[in-house]
């Protein structure tokens, strides 16, 4: 089973999961952090959408009397560990989920997101609807390592079970990677015979919009929840 997080520390974690569940890991990174050094502006609500970003500002973010609004608990946690107060965080952790909680508080109000230059649109576009002032910085950027790939090779010659992909921009990488070796339509192939699981809707629709069939979308937005869903549904299929 293929596992695409970045390889710092992630990566290890998530080979270490997928052990623990009893397959064998193939662990290919497709995301590498590069960070900016910016911060977020000072605004009435901060929100951060990463456990990355959360620890990419520690120590160099003041946040005055803004409200800090994390996705989830792991970026809760980060921000907590460099000393922040988490104000809130939605029941559902996702950009779609951040917007419902936020809808009816933000109105008139600024709204500084902080998170990688890959966001979803879904997050500033759900808040300047509920009317609040959104602007975005951008904390690090995703880049794809040079020598990534091998599980698109895998998924090529039949070799790959299963996949986890944990946003549309491990799908696109992954593709990029295969195109780059020429064996995409051979990859996809493969990945259309394996067990797909993916992180959230739009995941799912990216990964849709290229051919590629999902079989499992994750219940809740974590590797752990994604990861034993996937082999739950390999073992099932076996």
């Not at 500033?124 to 602007?135: K, N």
């Not at 195109?179 to 990945?191: D, F, Q, S, T, Y």
Request: with cysteine; glycine share 8%.
């Amino acid at each position: 089973m293929a596992a695409f997080r970045p390889d710092d520390g992630r990566l290890a974690a998530a080979r270490d999961r997928l052990s623990a569940l009893r397959v064998d890991p193939v662990a290919d990174p497709m995301l590498a952090v590069e960070p900016t050094g910016n911060c977020p502006d000072e605004a009435d609500y901060v929100v951060f959408t990463s456990k990355t970003g959360a620890e990419l500002v520690a120590d160099d973010w003041e946040p005055g009397t803004a409200t800090v609004v994390a996705i989830g608990p792991k970026t809760a946690d980060a921000l907590e560990a460099a000393g922040y107060t988490v104000d809130v965080v939605p029941e559902e952790f996702s950009s779609a989920g951040l917007v419902e909680t936020l809808a009816d508080r933000v109105a008139g109000a600024a709204v500084e997101v902080a998170r990688s230059d890959h966001g979803s649109p879904v997050l500033p576009e759900g808040l300047r609807d509920a009317g609040a002032m959104v602007h975005e910085t951008v904390l690090y950027r995703l880049v794809r390592p040079d020598d990534s790939g091998d599980s698109a090779e895998a998924a090529a010659t039949g070799d790959l079970d299963a996949v986890c992909f944990t946003s549309s921009l491990t799908v696109e990488h992954f593709l990029d990677a295969a195109a780059e070796r020429g064996i995409r339509a051979n990859a996809v192939e493969g990945l259309n015979a394996a067990v797909v699981g993916v992180i959230g809707e739009p995941t799912r629709e990216t990964a849709g919009s290229h051919g590629i069939a999902v079989d499992v979308v994750a219940t809740e937005a974590t590797f752990e929840t994604l990861a034993r869903e996937t082999v739950a549904r390999l073992d099932a299929d076996r």
